[in-house]
C-alpha cells in the first residue's frame, strides 16, 4: 500500500492533538509579575502587603472568599479567592461570572537596585493578560497603602568661609605722619562781612605847575 495515500487520514488527527499538547505546556508553568516599592522600608511594605491581602479591594467585582496564609519568617502570602459579578453589557442579557485565584505573593529585595520588591504568582492555568490585571490592581492597593515615598536623606555640605583679610589702620600724625598742605581756603581767606572795613589812607594833595 502506498503510504502517501494514508497521510489525508493522519492530517486530521495530527491537528487534534496540538490543542491538547498546547493545554499540557501551559500548565507547565506559572504567570509572575513584580514590582519594586523604592521609598519604603522592608516592613512597611509587608504590613501593606498583608493589609492588601486580607481586604482586597475591587470596583466590578464583589469577593465571596478571601482566605490568607501569612508566613511571616519568609515574608510570603499564599491567597484563595473566589470572586462574583453580574456582567451587564448593551443589547445582550446580563451574564453571571465568577473568577477563583490561587495567588501567591512573596517579598524579596532586589540586588541590583537594593530596593523592596514583590513578586504576584498565580499559582494555576490562566490568560496571562488576566493574571496581568489582577497584579497590576494588588500593587496600587499596596501602593495606597503605604502613602508617598520617602526620599532619602542627603547631607547637606556647608561650604568653609574664607579670612577676609583686614587692612592695618591708617597712620596718625602723632605717629611722624607729614601734615596735610594747606588749602586755597587757608591760605586766601574770607572776609567776615561783620568786621569793621579798614581804613584807606589819607590822599595828598597834587603839587602846583612850575610858572612859565
Not at 519594586?36 to 465571596?64: L, N
Not at 502570602?77 to 453589557?89: A, D, G, P, Q, W
Request: hydrophobic residues 40%; contains cysteine.
Amino acid at each position: 500500500m502506498d503510504p502517501w495515500s494514508e497521510l489525508p487520514m493522519r492530517i486530521p488527527t495530527l491537528f487534534a492533538t496540538v490543542p491538547v499538547a498546547v493545554l499540557i505546556f501551559s500548565m507547565a508553568g506559572c504567570t509572575s509579575r513584580s514590582a519594586t516599592f523604592e521609598g519604603h522600608a522592608d516592613d512597611q511594605v509587608w504590613s501593606a502587603m498583608v493589609a492588601a491581602a486580607r481586604t482586597p479591594e475591587y470596583d466590578d467585582w464583589k469577593v465571596q472568599d478571601n482566605q490568607v496564609m501569612v508566613d511571616e519568617s519568609g515574608k510570603r502570602l499564599e491567597i484563595y479567592r473566589y470572586l462574583k459579578r453580574l456582567y451587564v453589557t448593551p443589547f445582550a442579557d446580563p451574564q453571571k461570572e465568577q473568577e477563583e485565584w490561587r495567588i501567591q505573593v512573596v517579598l524579596s529585595r532586589d540586588e541590583s537596585l537594593d530596593v523592596p520588591t514583590v513578586e504576584f504568582t498565580a499559582r494555576q492555568v490562566s490568560v496571562p493578560a488576566h493574571v496581568w490585571r489582577e497584579a497590576d490592581r494588588y500593587f496600587a492597593q499596596v501602593r495606597s497603602l503605604l502613602g508617598p515615598a520617602t526620599a532619602p536623606a542627603t547631607e547637606t555640605l556647608t561650604p568653609a568661609t574664607a579670612e577676609v583679610p583686614v587692612p592695618p589702620p591708617l597712620p596718625s600724625e602723632t605717629n611722624g605722619a607729614q601734615p596735610a598742605a594747606p588749602t586755597a581756603a587757608a591760605t586766601n581767606p574770607v572776609a567776615d562781612p561783620a568786621a569793621p572795613a579798614a581804613e584807606a589812607p589819607a590822599s595828598q594833595p597834587p603839587e602846583p605847575l612850575p610858572e612859565r
